[in-house]
């Protein structure tokens, strides 16, 4: 199969897991209901819960395994999407070629509508049929590392210090915090998570972590790059694409332990290297 | 011991256990995490918290292995009252006599104090001394509970329906909504959860699920009646008032079962039915 054609199937599994997880439009309140199921499924890469999955299959897991954790992830990703687009906070119109949240459905929908998926996220990694569930220990240690890896030591704490520096003159070791938080963290952890759930050895477990950790600064960086941002506008555009290749190969290099299995998780490095949006 | 030197020690022993829950000020981002310390730590009458404790001791369990759950409850409360306040919800400028954290740290840094608080809460509710912590299962119950209570179709559904209706006639089905959920359902959730970490029977866990939602209810209305919102509103202040009584006689009746170690919830149902603020 083609990577192309990989992604597309898993996108597919994906957003139909998604769909699954969202409650009904119709049920009250439905408002917010709608505004929580435009924001997840009007579009999206799926890239974390992508490499949650392929994590998983590399690590021996069986994919279902990895679906509610996969799941959850990308609901925590839209969560911090829709409040990220607040007029308090970057204040952006659109996402993904529509009308943000807050523009469609009115800014205190869309306050609430985050905190509902953040919320549904963790309801989610509760889930999972008996048959494919992994123990409760695990689940539980995959519940711990998701909230390490959003709240302020992670993914939030990025935002608060980019959005502090907005109107500040970066240094490096500030746009290096940003990098490795902002969404540096959710795509870590997704890699890692991915691994947990598979039951992975903790050699394994620890290789899929760190590939993901480059992952999450090779995708940062190429956004910074696309956009002329952050780590790319402190270091320049050309250093920061010698740093991009580097660490899709750092990347790589952690998963040569799963042999033929990494494959998949191989070219993902590939993919989000090239990426062009 | 009274009532209120009890209400004294238990708000006390909360405090500390969230002040260790909570990120130092001094740590990078520190504006968020002083915002985060400053809304949980600046007062408020611990209310929940001092539920799961007392419903855990009343089903025979230790104090401690209650205490992550009682505090990740307080947590998920205050980042409720912070994302209420925000301009965009109900607007409110003070808190417990104080400015309102978006006040004070500006919009952008009340959302995201709300944001990880959230988090912070599913982190902790991970955690607790090994000696104390009830086994993985029931932690995973107690984060799937605590996400349903909170979720669209408890907590942030009540607020979202509330919002909606504070510029139309609200009518008694959607006062009871509205009152079932907006603070009911975290506090019938606080009573459940204390017994199941203290690793109670089915049928004592469903007791103080049924106290917690009539306490709910009476803490609801109670707050209706002082306020002259709501419920009291749409019934009249003198019905309310029997409705009140009402409801904490069958707070307590559920309690029964746990004949002298139900005092102190017994003494609970009559403090909230009795609070003049």
Redo the contacts between chains.
């Keep these: 199969m083609t990577l192309d054609s990989y992604l597309k199937k898993q996108t597919e599994k994906i957003n139909r897991a998604l769909e699954g997880c969202l409650?009904p439009a119709r049920e009250?309140?439905a408002?917010?209901?709608e505004a929580?199921r435009e924001a997840v499924l009007s579009g999206g890469k799926r890239v974390r819960p992508i490499l949650t999955l392929a994590a998983c299959e590399a690590a021996g897991g069986k994919e279902e395994a990895a679906l509610p954790a996969a799941c959850a992830i990308e609901l925590i990703h839209n969560?911090s999407l829709v409040?990220d687009d607040?007029p308090?906070?970057d204040d952006d119109d659109t996402r993904r070629g529509r009308a943000a949240c807050h523009v469609k459905f009115?800014?205190?929908?869309a306050?609430?509508a985050?905190?509902?998926l953040?919320?549904?996220a963790?309801?989610v990694?509760?889930?999972g049929d008996s048959s494919s569930r992994p123990?409760?220990?695990r689940?539980?240690?995959t519940?711990?590392l998701i909230?390490?890896a959003?709240?302020?030591?992670g993914m939030?704490?990025g935002?608060?210090?980019d959005?502090?520096f907005q109107k500040k003159e970066m240094d490096l070791p500030t746009a290096e915090?940003i990098n490795t938080r902002k969404s540096g963290a959710l795509i870590a952890v997704s890699a890692r998570v991915g691994a947990l759930v598979a039951g992975a050895a903790k050699k394994e477990e620890e290789a899929l972590y760190r590939y993901g950790k480059f992952l999450g600064l090779l995708f940062q960086i190429v956004d910074d790059i696309l956009d002329c941002q952050g780590y790319a506008k402190v270091i320049g555009v050309s250093e920061s694409k010698k740093e991009a290749l580097l660490l899709s190969q750092r990347a790589k290099k952690e998963i040569k332990i799963f042999g033929k299995k990494g494959t998949t998780l191989n070219q993902l490095a590939d993919f989000v290297l090239n990426r062009k949006a």
Tied chains: 1, 2.
């Design positions: 409650p009250r309140p408002k917010l209901h929580m969560y409040h607040l308090a906070m009115g800014e205190e929908t306050i609430l985050g905190d509902a953040l919320t549904l963790f309801n990694l509760c889930r123990n409760a220990g689940i539980l240690r519940i711990h909230s390490e959003i709240g302020t030591r939030v704490g935002q608060a210090v959005l502090e915090y």
